[in-house]
Nanobody
Framework: QVQLVESGGGLVQAGGSLRLSCAAS????????MGWFRQAPGKEREFVSG????????FYADFVKGRFTISRDNAKIMLYLQLNSLQPEDTAVYYC??????????????????????WGQGTQVTVSS
């Protein structure tokens, strides 16, 4: 069982930055693949980035375009997402998720939400123009 709590969201002007954090509980955190997703009002939840248990394999959605960086600290049981060059279209609730680090995850590039078993409650990111 893994519990996830996101933080770090807020209101920022276009071009600004935020660092999202996801605090995890449970001794098995380091064995899970992790992901960040987001959901904007009226839109479906979409994949943002994924990272394997060791941090060696990382995937990003095309819209990230080098602006976001995912990382994890297994010793601190934390997941991070650095958001740079934010734009109004990045406004959304951002969720972290944890799932088995296995063949399905790698084959899917971390993208499908069904690869993840545990989800946080989300943190709001609002980017003003």
């Amino acid at each position: 069982q893994v519990q996830l709590v996101e933080s770090g969201g807020g209101l920022v002007q276009a071009g600004g930055s935020l660092r999202l954090s996801c605090a995890a509980s449970g001794p098995t955190f380091s064995s899970y693949a992790m992901g960040w997703f987001r959901q904007a009002p009226g839109k479906e939840r979409e994949f943002v980035s994924g990272i394997n248990w060791s941090g060696v394999s990382i995937f990003y959605a095309d819209f990230v375009k080098g602006r976001f960086t995912i990382s994890r600290d297994n010793a601190k049981i934390m997941l991070y997402l650095q958001l740079n060059s934010l734009q109004p279209e990045d406004t959304a609730v951002y969720y972290c998720a944890a799932g088995p680090d296995g063949r399905r995850w790698y084959r899917g590039g971390g993208v499908p939400s069904e690869l993840y078993d545990y989800w946080g409650q989300g943190t709001q990111v609002t980017v003003s123009s």
